[in-house]
């Protein structure tokens, strides 16, 4: 029988978890346990008992500092956990982490960044730590249902909801499209309801109301059935700065003054609304800058008289025929006319000395009258009244018409920017050819930039451009928006040099700048910002395609 291996005893020899060295008593002898047998020969056994012991102390010592804790009194607990919070910043540390810096932000400040949101976003702030969970209730209520879902029935009664919940105030409220159910009985609950919205605390304070409802049945061959405008609505009247109303019908009358004293922006579209109930709301707005109107329903005509109006913008303006008379508006600087669609407007300027930026005219507009200048159809009565205020103008042609845009210049003689677009169908009967011996005042002195729009490079959009090419003395810009269908490649830019006749060109210092035509211009004209100089312009903003006028010597 084989001898047994001798016992060692007393306490086992140090090995190194690094060293190779063995003894030899147990060599051979002892495996060691499957425990041991790691993927990683890099972590030996004693690695790991060291990390689980250096782990129970670390444990221990937890316990033993949060035992000696609670032997402090309590107070003296209170104090350090107060001051670890604000060394914290009041955060949820756990959540946010030590790098937020936003929330250590007054929350006031928070509460704006918060209603600057959209409203989906403004309300999951709630959710990024115990910091916030209070601010989004506080804040000023940004409400937009288009934020919200996409079911008309659905945004109706979360809108509902949240203006149930939300203490106020409110900086701004959109809801477009508000639908209301077509059974009786549903249909009342659902007038009552909105009627609730502009009496509830979360619009108190509104800032910008943006509303508007579905029509409530089309008549063929009639007038659409709208919905009436909730009259609770002027109960916000005296904090509102902006305000778009669309698709619903004003009062008849209103028997009581109203105030508008903030307002700055005032938006109507597809309203029905009767002259005196206009004349009322203008009269209200005492600071009023910009009036956009649109496809007004049930009147005739409309007059304008305001000493604070600066932007005035007509779009599709009446259902049949109708006049527009600006009788008083010596604040005026921009009238701007989407030509597209009318027909049957006549529009009269009594008074607007200031105004700078005019169109698009287009012989679409049957008459207007500016300054005691008549255009029929584009054509002026007489060229010797002009205007020296207007700077930018925009004009509409079936086709390029020299003749005819000349005579038009004549009553602009400080005009600096014209727009020309071939987009209508009227053409205009021919005028006398220009004379070099009558010089045109704005062309020799102060016209600097000319933009042609839905240019093709034929034969009359040519003729029409050489023309500026050859007479604009002051130009510094020559912009070509053109067809999308036209290829705008070297050989085509190099065709058109030579057509243009650039080396002949009459200003020293013109460029030129090509780029093809996008969309319309009324998608492109901003014509709320005031800050923007030109807000025809932004259709050349981005994606220009330049040639320097080194490229032409």
Known sequence: MAARPAVVSGPAPHIHPNSTTTVPALEGTLKPPKSWRLKSPSLRPLDMMERKVAKAEAVAGKKK?????????????????????????????????????????????????ISLLPT?????????????????????????????????FKQFSIVSRILSDHPGPARRFAFKGIRL???????????????????SRALDGLQ??????????????????????????????????????????????????????????????????????????????????????????????????????????????????????????????RLLLNSSGLGTEFIRVVRAPKIEILGHLSPCIPEIEIANIVFQGLTPSSSKNTIHSVKVLALKFSRPHL?????????????????????TTTEMKNVLQYDPLDPIKCLESHLKVVVLKNYKGGEEDVAFAKFFVLNAKMVKEIKFGVCMKIDIDQKWM???????EVKARASRDAQFKF???????????????????DPFNCCFVDGVDSLSKEAYM
């Open 65 to 113: 500092r949060g035992l000696r804790d609670l032997r402090l009194p309590r107070r003296r607990r209170q104090r350090r956990r107060s001051n670890k919070q604000a060394q914290d910043g009041g955060r949820d540390v756990d959540i946010i982490g030590h790098d937020d810096l936003i929330s250590n932000l007054p929350d006031v400040i928070l509460g704006t960044i």
């Open 120 to 152: 989906k976003d403004g309300a999951r702030t709630q959710t990024l730590a115990r910091r916030w969970r209070p601010l989004w209730r506080s804040a000023p209520l940004n409400l937009d249902a288009a934020d919200i879902c996409y079911n008309d």
């Open 181 to 199: 159910h077509k059974v009786k009985k549903t249909y009342a609950e659902d007038a009552a309801q909105i009627e609730s919205w502009f009496h």
């Open 208 to 333: 910008e109301l943006d509303i508007a409802f579905s029509v409530l049945e089309y008549r063929y061959g009639k007038s659409e059935k709208r919905y009436p405008l909730p009259l609770s609505v002027l109960r916000l009247a005296s904090t509102l700065i902006m305000a778009s109303i669309g698709s619903c019908d004003f009062p008849k009358e209103i028997t009581h003054s109203l105030n508008f004293p903030l307002l700055k922006q005032l938006n109507l579209w597809r309203v029905s609304i009767s002259e005196d109930v206009f004349s009322k709301v203008l009269s209200g707005c005492h600071v009023l800058e910009t009036l956009i109107l649109s496809e007004i329903r049930d009147v005739g005509g409309l007059c304008i008289s305001s000493t604070t109006l600066r932007i005035i913008v007509v779009s599709y303006l009446f259902d049949g025929k109708g006049e527009l008379v600006i009788k008083e508006a010596p604040c005026l600087e």
């Open 403 to 423: 003749n005819g845009v000349l005579d038009i210049l004549r009553c602009f003689p400080c005009l600096e920017k014209l727009y020309w677009d071939e987009y």
């Open 494 to 500: 190099t065709d058109q040099r030579r057509l243009l």
């Open 515 to 533: 780029r093809s035509n996008s969309a319309c211009w009324e998608n492109y004209m901003d014509t709320q910002d005031l800050s923007i100089a």
